[in-house]
């Protein structure tokens, strides 16, 4: 997955740390670990169970996972609109990629299983995270094609609803990358074509009333430590929209390029559509 030739005088200074800012990241900070980490031990808790139980069907430990994702939203204070209705189909959403915020924009609406890199599962705090639940983690290996193209056909004839970037990384959140069609690929195996269905998802972040426009974008080189701290310092939050459009279903499209190109259309339009809209932003 290459990136973007990102222009590193592009990229938006962090507002300065006053001292009211670095209260507001304690009791942020403070209370959204605190709910996290004791919903992840609750989380792997009750996987003891699940797991013998029920195998891949997991009908609990989703649902913690939302409910974390929910009261980030809450506790940071970013407002959150739905636009669409999540489809009732087998299958994937696809969505643009911004920031590391899409995680808990993307749970916080439906229970779903993230599909990630696999150097995200080696990453302090998000891969324990990641890897608890329930992501699927894709190397950028050639010779693990086959092995992965299978572990995301068992995942979704499990019934699983997995999510994945087909950006390949995250963007300044005004623009949508070319989609790659990599992933779109075990989709078209017989087993699965005629019954899965694409959901195309355009995640649009508002940043808050002054702020540098792209406040809640991640990408290029910017670390993450210092983009978490401005977000939890921000004396006013902006909002995010989540347009969920109508289903693709696969056995409707020639190939994966196709399919790719599709929903790629779909996420583009929706984000030129409501990026000017203002109507929740703080």
């Keep these: 997955m290459s990136k973007p030739a990102w222009n590193p005088d592009d990229m938006p200074p962090l507002p300065p740390m006053t001292a009211m800012a ?24 009750v996987r003891l169970i699940e797991r013998p139980v029920f195998g891949q069907a997991r009908p609990v430990t989703p649902f913690i996972t939302q409910f974390v994702c929910r009261a980030a939203f809450v506790i940071l204070g970013i407002k959150r609109r739905v636009i669409g209705e999540v489809m009732p189909h087998k299958g ?16 916080a609406s439906k229970r779903i299983y993230f599909v990630s890199k696999a150097e995200v599962a080696k990453w302090p705090g998000i ?11 894709i190397a950028r290996d050639p010779r693990q094609a086959r092995i ?52 195309p998802v355009s995640v649009i972040y508002h940043a808050p009333k002054g702020a540098e426009p792209r406040f809640y974008g991640w990408w290029g080189d910017m670390d993450f ?11 006013r939050q902006g909002s995010v929209d989540v347009v ?39």
């Design 92 to 107: 994937a959403i696809v969505a643009n990629h911004s920031s590391w915020l899409d995680i808990f924009t993307l749970n």
């Design 225 to 235: 430590a210092p983009h978490l701290l401005s977000t939890l310092a921000a004396h």
């Design 148 to 199: 992965q193209k299978q572990m995301f056909e068992d995942r979704l004839k499990a019934g699983h609803r997995l999510l994945f970037f087909p950006e390949g990384t995250s963007t300044d959140g005004k623009r949508v990358l070319t989609f790659k069609p990599t992933l779109f690929a075990a989709f078209f195996e017989d087993a699965l074509r005629e019954e899965m269905w694409i959901q």
């Design 127 to 137: 891969g324990w995270l990641a890897r608890a639940t329930g992501t699927v983690f």
């Design 244 to 282: 969920y459009h109508p289903a693709l279903k696969v056995g409707d499209f020639a190939d994966r390029k196709a399919l790719a190109a599709a929903a790629e259309a779909q996420v583009r339009a929706g984000l030129d559509s409501y990026l000017t809209d203002q109507t929740i932003a703080a």
């Design 22 to 45: 670095l209260v507001r990241v304690a009791w942020r900070g403070g209370i959204l670990g605190l709910v996290t980490f004791s919903c992840l031990a609750l989380l792997l808790l």
